[in-house]
């Protein structure tokens, strides 16, 4: 890879990735070739300009500032790495992360945080539909709204939204927990509004703390979850599918 | 004395016949369809329906035993940088951990070792028994993605983005609560002892587009190293295996409505989908008219059952095919030495199909460790490699009889069809004559 086009000066100066004059291979490349113990603990990615699978597979706790939006997948199977995303994000952004933290400052497409496994994704915007779809572990915190059909089949994992939820949210929910301090515009099959209990309450301020949200209070928020009607087939059920 | 008139004798309707009956009253006493195990059972064109000409005047054969016949084969050339290079073109499909036991996982993955071909993991994630065990691994990326990681990503060999399935193209997977043991639960996120319906679609990608940037996802998280494959269902033969390839797959995979699966309703195995033997030839016309005809390889699945099944197969333009039910059968299952067993669960030897009730008294569809035992992985493994041996000396047979000296030489023309509806599907004449159905205007 021409050493021009990178700058590396000293350690904690963060390696700069042009993506205008290096290729999305050279980028994830360079982050998987990342040793245990490295000591580029700091990147800085240019001029994404909606590229799809920026920074994905990503195995080892370095920071990285997207400067721009991206495409499709941002992060996809993170784990460890912090990745800020100075801009919105395509769909799927952060899909099946495993641990570490994404956050977006601008908005998220659809299926943000799909089948994630663990870690935290942050969206300080709004998220469109099928948000935390098939979650299994992953905390997503959204700062704004999200779309309809979110948190399908969410098996596990918590799911904060600061502002409103669309149609269907939690349809066919396993274990996962919902909290949503707007409005839902209607509940999926077998999602149910649940008792906000201290637990609960302690686990959001968490949540809260760790997305850097402040000035907003856990007793703000309504708590979802599974009635768990139709974990084992019924007959008589069969008008919720 | 009084006159009887001559009775008739009791006549039952070919329409509603024993089978139909008694699922009308099972369907009425229960009110729940049928679920299943395993693929199609109902009479379909198949391969039984093709027939090789052999060598005479005009082609002249290969020596038996001592003239090469070559059966190798490599997958994934187009765009990995580690294709998979087998030593049979015969591989094992996917089958879950979870509809499968741990020993069941573990000697397919001796067997296809033992072999020099793959085996692949399922809908339940990968357990250390079968990557420990298979030298080489086919990671299934499926809609649930139960298990799915980004260290078990990066330790397959080949990646198998599961669209659909002969058994059910269009349908989830379904592992019902009874087989979910602490350690598939686990495996899958979910409570112990729920039915886990898989979803039917992934969910973050819909569409060849779609499914285009997901792949070079897949790529970019993998280095470009490993063949990725598509695997569809035998819906749409044509459009599925070109939309594939213009997504970008290295390989194509194509399951009829043979194939089978760990569970699904009676109704969706029997009516939805195609035969295998009507899906090869579209397929592989997708290859030919996109000129990626042997650079995407394309592997076929759904009853294959022999040597012949097998050569059939590759001269009709298939790369390599893939066993299911037969691998499962070859390790021990529906063996009639367990039919005391099949009785009482009110089946009989080589019909059992209750693989989701998870009490398959031979060990394979179950997670019940007392039964589980009944699976010795060395000795099944030893049992599968066996029939891969023989089913790849069967087609080498055929091969060099039709005077080639590798089974992908195989071709159409060394084929007769004995059924118009087989000449219909595979393009091969009727045999005895030059007639091949649709083909010049008849």
């Known amino acids: 890879m021409p050493a021009t086009t990178l700058s590396k000066t000293a350690a904690h100066d963060p390696r700069v990735f042009d993506l205008d004059q290096l290729s999305l291979r050279e980028l994830n490349q360079a982050l998987h070739n990342l040793a245990p113990g490295s000591n580029e603990t700091a990147w800085e990615v240019l001029n994404p300009k909606g590229s799809h699978s920026v920074a994905v597979g990503v195995d080892q706790p370095v920071a990285i500032d997207v400067r721009g939006s991206v495409g499709y997948y941002c992060g996809g199977m993170n784990s460890g790495s912090t990745i800020t995303v100075h801009g919105s994000a395509g769909p799927g952004v952060g899909e099946n992360m495993m641990s570490g933290s994404i956050t977006i400052k601008g908005d998220a497409s659809q299926y943000a945080g799909a089948t994630g496994k663990g870690g935290l994704l942050v969206i300080e915007g709004n998220a469109s539909s099928r948000c935390g779809i098939s979650m299994k572990g992953i905390d997503i915190v959204v700062h704004g709204n999200i779309g309809h059909m979110s948190a399908f089949m969410a098996q596990s994992g918590n799911l904060v939204v600061l502002g409103d939820a669309g149609d269907a949210l939690g349809d066919s929910i396993y274990e996962a927990r919902l909290f949503v301090r707007g409005k839902v515009d209607s509940l999926g099959a077998d999602c149910i509004a649940k008792e906000m209990r201290t637990e609960h309450l302690e686990l959001l301020q968490g949540l809260l703390d760790r997305a850097g949200v402040t000035g907003v209070k856990p007793s703000e928020f309504k708590r979802y979850g599974s009635a768990r009607t139709l974990y084992n087939f019924n007959i008589d059920n069969a008008d919720a599918y | ?146 298990g799915m990681n980004l260290r078990d990503l990066r330790r397959a060999d080949a990646i198998e983005v599961v669209v659909g399935q002969g058994a059910k193209p269009g349908g989830g997977g379904m592992l019902l609560g009874q087989k979910i043991s602490d350690r598939v639960a686990e495996m899958r996120t979910l409570p112990k002892g729920i039915d886990q319906r898989s979803a039917s679609r992934h969910p973050d990608w819909t569409g060849p587009d779609d499914l285009e940037i997901k792949i070079l996802e897949l790529r970019e998280i993998t280095d470009w190293e490993k063949p990725i494959y598509v695997k ?211």
């Not at chain 2, 194509?254 to 030839?281: H, K, S, W, Y």
């Not at chain 2, 030495?337 to 019909?351: I, K, S, V």
């Not at chain 2, 060395?378 to 080639?404: F, H």
């Open chain 2, 1 to 146: 004395m009084t006159y009887r008139n001559p009775p008739t004798t009791p006549r039952k309707s070919a329409t509603f016949d024993d089978y139909t009956l008694s699922e009308i009253r099972r369907a009425a006493a229960t009110g729940i369809y049928d679920i299943r195990g395993a693929g199609a059972k109902r009479k379909l064109p198949h391969f039984d329906d093709l027939l090789f000409l052999g060598a005479s005047i005009s082609r002249y054969p290969l020596e038996g035993y001592r003239e090469r016949c070559d059966t190798s084969v490599v997958l994934g050339s187009r765009h990995a940088k580690k294709p998979i290079e087998l030593k049979i073109p015969i591989t094992i499909a996917g089958m879950s951990f979870g509809s499968l036991s741990g020993p069941a996982k573990e000697a397919l993955g001796r067997g296809a070792t033992l072999s020099g071909t793959s085996t692949t993991t399922g809908d339940g994630g990968m357990t250390e028994e079968e990557r420990g065990h298979s030298k080489q691994l086919v990671y299934q990326y499926l809609p649930s993605r139960y």
């Open chain 2, 232 to 442: 569809v269902g035998g819906a749409r033969p044509y459009y599925d295996t070109a939309l594939a390839v213009k997504a970008g797959a290295d390989v194509v995979v194509v399951d009829g409505m043979q194939g089978g699966t760990a569970a699904t309703q009676e109704v969706f195995i029997e009516n939805v989908g195609q035969p295998t033997l009507a899906c090869i030839r579209p397929a592989v016309q997708a290859l030919q008219d996109l000129g990626m005809h042997r650079k995407v390889q394309l592997i076929v699945s759904g009853g294959i059952r022999n040597g012949a099944d097998v050569a059939k197969a590759l001269a009709l333009g298939v790369d390599a095919v893939s066993i299911g039910t037969a691998a499962l059968v070859a390790l021990g299952d529906n063996d009639p030495r367990w039919e005391a067993e099949y009785n009482e669960l009110g089946t009989t030897a080589g019909a059992y199909d209750d693989w989701h009730e998870g009490r398959d008294p031979a060990g394979i569809t179950t997670q019940d460790p007392e039964l589980m035992k009944r699976v010795d992985p060395v000795a099944a493994g030893r049992r599968l490699a066996n029939y891969l041996k023989v089913m790849t000396l069967e087609a080498q047979t055929i091969a060099r009889a039709c005077g080639k000296n590798s089974l992908h030489n195989l071709e159409p023309e060394d084929l007769v069809a004995l059924t118009i509806e087989a000449a219909a599907m595979a393009g091969v004449p009727l045999a005895g004559t030059n007639w091949i159905p649709g083909k010049n205007g008849f």
